[in-house]
Protein backbone atom coordinates (compact mmCIF):
# COMPACT_ATOMS: atom_id res chain seq x y z
CA UNK A 1 0.00 0.00 0.00
CA UNK A 2 1.22 3.64 -0.43
CA UNK A 3 -0.68 5.81 1.91
CA UNK A 4 -0.47 9.60 2.19
CA UNK A 5 -1.30 12.39 4.17
CA UNK A 6 -3.17 10.86 6.92
CA UNK A 7 -3.74 12.66 10.41
CA UNK A 8 -4.48 9.72 12.45
CA UNK A 9 -2.98 6.15 12.09
CA UNK A 10 -2.22 4.57 9.00
CA UNK A 11 -2.62 0.72 9.90
CA UNK A 12 -4.38 -0.59 13.15
CA UNK A 13 -4.14 -3.97 14.41
CA UNK A 14 -6.09 -4.88 17.65
CA UNK A 15 -6.34 -8.75 19.50
CA UNK A 16 -4.85 -9.98 15.99
CA UNK A 17 -2.91 -13.31 15.67
CA UNK A 18 -0.05 -12.95 13.25
CA UNK A 19 -0.47 -9.68 11.31
CA UNK A 20 1.35 -8.47 8.69
CA UNK A 21 2.40 -4.49 7.87
CA UNK A 22 4.60 -5.54 5.40
CA UNK A 23 6.72 -3.41 2.03
CA UNK A 24 3.90 -0.64 2.83
CA UNK A 25 5.00 3.26 2.04
CA UNK A 26 3.96 5.93 4.36
CA UNK A 27 3.94 9.93 3.32
CA UNK A 28 3.34 12.96 5.18
CA UNK A 29 1.56 10.88 8.74
CA UNK A 30 1.35 14.28 10.82
CA UNK A 31 -1.22 12.97 13.70
CA UNK A 32 -0.64 9.18 14.39
CA UNK A 33 1.35 6.64 13.89
CA UNK A 34 2.01 4.69 10.44
CA UNK A 35 1.75 0.97 12.22
CA UNK A 36 -0.17 0.50 15.33
CA UNK A 37 -0.12 -3.02 16.49
CA UNK A 38 -1.97 -3.05 20.45
CA UNK A 39 -3.90 -4.44 23.32
CA UNK A 40 -3.17 -8.28 22.09
CA UNK A 41 -1.08 -8.53 19.45
CA UNK A 42 0.83 -11.82 19.01
CA UNK A 43 3.13 -12.57 16.43
CA UNK A 44 2.95 -9.54 14.39
CA UNK A 45 5.43 -8.55 11.90
CA UNK A 46 6.47 -4.88 10.76
CA UNK A 47 8.81 -5.08 7.75
CA UNK A 48 10.29 -3.70 4.70
CA UNK A 49 8.11 -0.52 4.85
CA UNK A 50 9.38 3.11 3.72
CA UNK A 51 8.17 6.34 4.99
CA UNK A 52 9.43 9.80 5.33
CA UNK A 53 7.75 12.97 7.05
CA UNK A 54 5.73 11.03 9.92
CA UNK A 55 4.86 11.67 13.39
CA UNK A 56 5.99 8.06 14.61
CA UNK A 57 6.52 5.57 12.65
CA UNK A 58 5.29 2.40 14.73
CA UNK A 59 4.21 0.84 17.85
CA UNK A 60 3.63 -2.35 19.79
CA UNK A 61 1.52 -2.34 23.32
CA UNK A 62 -1.11 -4.35 25.44
CA UNK A 63 -3.15 -0.41 25.94
CA UNK A 64 -3.86 2.81 25.13
CA UNK A 65 -3.01 5.15 27.99
CA UNK A 66 -5.00 7.51 29.06
CA UNK A 67 -4.50 11.18 30.37
CA UNK A 68 -3.62 10.38 33.38
CA UNK A 69 -0.78 8.02 32.42
CA UNK A 70 -3.02 4.84 33.25
CA UNK A 71 -4.46 2.17 30.88
CA UNK A 72 -7.79 2.86 29.25
CA UNK A 73 -8.13 -1.19 29.77
CA UNK A 74 -6.14 -2.64 32.86
CA UNK A 75 -8.62 -5.59 33.13
CA UNK A 76 -6.04 -8.38 33.59
CA UNK A 77 -8.16 -10.44 31.04
CA UNK A 78 -6.60 -8.39 28.44
CA UNK A 79 -4.13 -10.09 26.24
CA UNK A 80 -0.42 -8.82 26.47
CA UNK A 81 0.69 -8.15 22.76
CA UNK A 82 3.78 -10.24 22.10
CA UNK A 83 6.09 -11.88 20.16
CA UNK A 84 6.43 -9.17 17.08
CA UNK A 85 9.56 -8.70 14.91
CA UNK A 86 10.09 -5.12 13.34
CA UNK A 87 12.56 -5.37 11.07
CA UNK A 88 14.26 -4.07 7.84
CA UNK A 89 12.46 -0.65 7.73
CA UNK A 90 13.72 2.31 6.30
CA UNK A 91 12.33 5.31 7.44
CA UNK A 92 12.73 9.23 7.42
CA UNK A 93 12.07 12.93 8.33
CA UNK A 94 10.80 10.86 11.71
CA UNK A 95 9.59 14.06 14.29
CA UNK A 96 8.93 11.93 17.64
CA UNK A 97 8.78 8.28 17.94
CA UNK A 98 10.30 5.99 15.72
CA UNK A 99 10.09 2.36 17.09
CA UNK A 100 7.54 1.89 20.83
CA UNK A 101 7.22 -0.66 23.19
CA UNK A 102 4.60 -0.53 25.40
CA UNK A 103 2.58 -1.55 28.80
CA UNK A 104 3.13 -5.11 28.49
CA UNK A 105 4.85 -5.90 25.69
CA UNK A 106 6.80 -8.85 26.06
CA UNK A 107 9.54 -11.40 23.39
CA UNK A 108 9.87 -8.57 20.77
CA UNK A 109 12.49 -8.00 18.36
CA UNK A 110 13.77 -4.96 16.32
CA UNK A 111 16.38 -5.65 14.29
CA UNK A 112 18.29 -3.56 11.02
CA UNK A 113 16.08 -1.17 10.87
CA UNK A 114 17.27 2.27 9.72
CA UNK A 115 15.89 5.45 11.11
CA UNK A 116 16.67 9.10 10.47
CA UNK A 117 14.51 12.36 12.08
CA UNK A 118 14.48 14.53 14.50
CA UNK A 119 12.99 12.65 16.79
CA UNK A 120 12.01 12.94 20.80
CA UNK A 121 13.25 8.72 21.11
CA UNK A 122 14.13 6.79 18.33
CA UNK A 123 13.24 3.45 19.83
CA UNK A 124 11.27 3.76 23.06
CA UNK A 125 10.97 0.98 25.39
CA UNK A 126 8.02 2.01 28.12
CA UNK A 127 6.41 0.61 31.11
CA UNK A 128 2.48 1.22 32.36
CA UNK A 129 1.49 1.18 35.69
CA UNK A 130 -0.84 -2.25 35.45
CA UNK A 131 1.06 -3.88 32.78
CA UNK A 132 4.34 -6.21 33.54
CA UNK A 133 6.98 -6.50 31.19
CA UNK A 134 9.59 -9.27 31.70
CA UNK A 135 12.21 -8.13 29.83
CA UNK A 136 12.82 -10.37 26.87
CA UNK A 137 13.60 -7.51 24.37
CA UNK A 138 16.22 -7.46 21.54
CA UNK A 139 17.39 -4.54 19.87
CA UNK A 140 19.99 -4.93 17.57
CA UNK A 141 21.80 -3.87 13.86
CA UNK A 142 19.77 -0.84 13.63
CA UNK A 143 21.00 2.56 12.43
CA UNK A 144 19.42 5.32 14.04
CA UNK A 145 20.45 8.92 12.61
CA UNK A 146 19.24 11.09 14.66
CA UNK A 147 18.95 15.04 13.61
CA UNK A 148 18.20 16.98 16.40
CA UNK A 149 20.21 18.21 19.28
CA UNK A 150 17.79 17.02 22.10
CA UNK A 151 16.99 13.74 20.57
CA UNK A 152 17.82 10.12 21.90
CA UNK A 153 18.64 7.00 20.54
CA UNK A 154 17.28 4.20 22.94
CA UNK A 155 15.21 4.79 26.25
CA UNK A 156 13.78 1.86 28.09
CA UNK A 157 11.62 2.99 31.50
CA UNK A 158 10.79 -0.60 31.94
CA UNK A 159 10.36 -1.03 35.92
CA UNK A 160 9.53 -4.79 36.30
CA UNK A 161 12.03 -6.27 33.83
CA UNK A 162 13.24 -9.97 35.27
CA UNK A 163 15.59 -10.67 32.29
CA UNK A 164 18.29 -8.30 30.65
CA UNK A 165 17.34 -6.90 26.81
CA UNK A 166 20.08 -6.98 24.79
CA UNK A 167 21.16 -4.18 22.94
CA UNK A 168 23.99 -5.39 20.48
CA UNK A 169 25.42 -3.84 17.18
CA UNK A 170 23.45 -0.90 16.62
CA UNK A 171 24.99 2.37 15.02
CA UNK A 172 23.54 5.84 16.58
CA UNK A 173 25.31 8.89 15.67
CA UNK A 174 23.65 12.50 16.41
CA UNK A 175 21.48 13.44 19.56
CA UNK A 176 22.04 14.52 22.92
CA UNK A 177 22.31 10.85 24.51
CA UNK A 178 23.10 7.85 22.66
CA UNK A 179 21.00 5.20 25.36
CA UNK A 180 18.86 6.48 28.29
CA UNK A 181 18.72 3.91 30.46
CA UNK A 182 16.04 3.43 33.38
CA UNK A 183 16.25 -0.08 34.12
CA UNK A 184 18.44 -2.07 36.47
CA UNK A 185 19.58 -5.04 33.81
CA UNK A 186 20.51 -4.96 30.91
CA UNK A 187 23.49 -6.35 28.54
CA UNK A 188 24.71 -3.81 25.59
CA UNK A 189 27.47 -5.35 23.33
CA UNK A 190 28.87 -3.98 20.05
CA UNK A 191 27.14 -0.52 19.76
CA UNK A 192 29.18 2.65 17.80
CA UNK A 193 27.42 5.36 19.26
CA UNK A 194 28.51 9.12 18.58
CA UNK A 195 26.42 11.82 20.24
CA UNK A 196 26.67 14.88 21.92
CA UNK A 197 26.49 15.06 25.46
CA UNK A 198 26.25 11.52 26.60
CA UNK A 199 26.76 8.12 25.43
CA UNK A 200 24.70 5.95 27.48
CA UNK A 201 23.12 7.39 30.80
CA UNK A 202 21.36 4.80 33.21
CA UNK A 203 19.53 5.94 35.91
CA UNK A 204 18.44 2.84 37.44
CA UNK A 205 19.67 0.81 40.42
CA UNK A 206 21.76 -0.99 38.58
CA UNK A 207 22.13 -4.77 39.31
CA UNK A 208 22.98 -6.51 36.56
CA UNK A 209 24.21 -4.63 33.12
CA UNK A 210 26.90 -5.47 31.05
CA UNK A 211 28.53 -2.82 28.65
CA UNK A 212 30.99 -4.92 26.22
CA UNK A 213 32.94 -3.95 23.03
CA UNK A 214 30.89 -0.69 22.47
CA UNK A 215 32.61 2.35 20.92
CA UNK A 216 31.81 5.47 22.17
CA UNK A 217 32.15 8.93 21.25
CA UNK A 218 30.62 12.16 23.20
CA UNK A 219 31.48 14.26 25.54
CA UNK A 220 31.15 11.25 28.65
CA UNK A 221 30.75 7.51 27.86
CA UNK A 222 29.03 6.43 30.93
CA UNK A 223 27.06 8.45 33.64
CA UNK A 224 25.11 7.25 36.33
CA UNK A 225 22.47 9.50 37.59
CA UNK A 226 21.18 9.26 41.22
CA UNK A 227 21.67 8.54 44.66
CA UNK A 228 20.91 4.65 44.66
CA UNK A 229 23.27 1.84 45.55
CA UNK A 230 24.30 0.03 42.25
CA UNK A 231 26.24 -3.68 41.89
CA UNK A 232 26.92 -6.19 39.09
CA UNK A 233 28.48 -3.26 36.21
CA UNK A 234 30.59 -4.71 33.79
CA UNK A 235 32.96 -3.04 31.53
CA UNK A 236 35.02 -4.81 29.21
CA UNK A 237 36.74 -3.98 26.03
CA UNK A 238 35.13 -0.78 25.33
CA UNK A 239 36.44 2.41 23.02
CA UNK A 240 35.55 5.24 24.73
CA UNK A 241 36.82 8.88 23.01
CA UNK A 242 35.40 12.06 25.47
CA UNK A 243 36.16 15.27 26.39
CA UNK A 244 35.06 14.62 30.01
CA UNK A 245 34.85 11.71 32.07
CA UNK A 246 34.80 7.76 30.47
CA UNK A 247 32.74 6.90 33.48
CA UNK A 248 30.70 9.22 35.81
CA UNK A 249 29.25 7.62 39.00
CA UNK A 250 29.62 9.87 41.22
CA UNK A 251 26.90 10.72 42.69
CA UNK A 252 25.23 6.84 43.05
CA UNK A 253 24.94 5.24 46.53
CA UNK A 254 27.81 2.67 46.17
CA UNK A 255 29.03 0.37 43.44
CA UNK A 256 29.60 -3.54 44.53
CA UNK A 257 30.54 -6.84 42.84
CA UNK A 258 31.67 -4.90 39.51
CA UNK A 259 34.34 -5.24 37.27
CA UNK A 260 36.08 -2.37 34.74
CA UNK A 261 38.68 -3.91 32.44
CA UNK A 262 40.12 -3.69 28.79
CA UNK A 263 38.83 -0.60 28.09
CA UNK A 264 40.50 1.82 26.02
CA UNK A 265 40.04 5.72 26.47
CA UNK A 266 41.04 8.85 24.51
CA UNK A 267 41.19 11.76 25.81
CA UNK A 268 43.04 14.97 24.35
CA UNK A 269 41.77 17.50 26.96
CA UNK A 270 43.77 19.00 29.49
CA UNK A 271 41.83 18.15 32.86
CA UNK A 272 41.82 18.77 36.63
CA UNK A 273 40.34 15.73 36.67
CA UNK A 274 40.18 12.21 35.79
CA UNK A 275 38.69 10.19 33.92
CA UNK A 276 36.78 8.06 36.23
CA UNK A 277 34.86 8.96 39.06
CA UNK A 278 33.11 6.39 41.34
CA UNK A 279 31.22 6.44 44.55
CA UNK A 280 31.85 4.06 47.10
CA UNK A 281 33.05 1.49 45.37
CA UNK A 282 33.90 -1.86 47.27
CA UNK A 283 34.36 -5.46 45.67
CA UNK A 284 35.10 -4.29 42.45
CA UNK A 285 37.68 -5.48 40.15
CA UNK A 286 39.95 -2.98 37.58
CA UNK A 287 42.23 -4.02 35.28
Not at 41 to 48: D, E, L, P
Amino acid sequence: CDLRNIVVHGMVATNCYRPRATSNNFESFTGGFCIDFSQGTRGGIISNNTGNNVLHFCKVESSNIGLNGQPLLPDATTVASRDCLITGNNITGIQQLGIFFNSGTDRLIASSNSLQGSFTVAISVGSVTGFTHDGQIIISNNILKLLSINAIGIRSQLNTATQPPLIEGNSISGGSIGIDWQTPQARFVGNNITSINTGIQISAAVKNIDLLNNHITASSAVAGTGTAAWKGLRARGNTINVTEWSFYLGTIGSLGFSEFFDNSVINQTTRANGSLLINNPSSTRFA
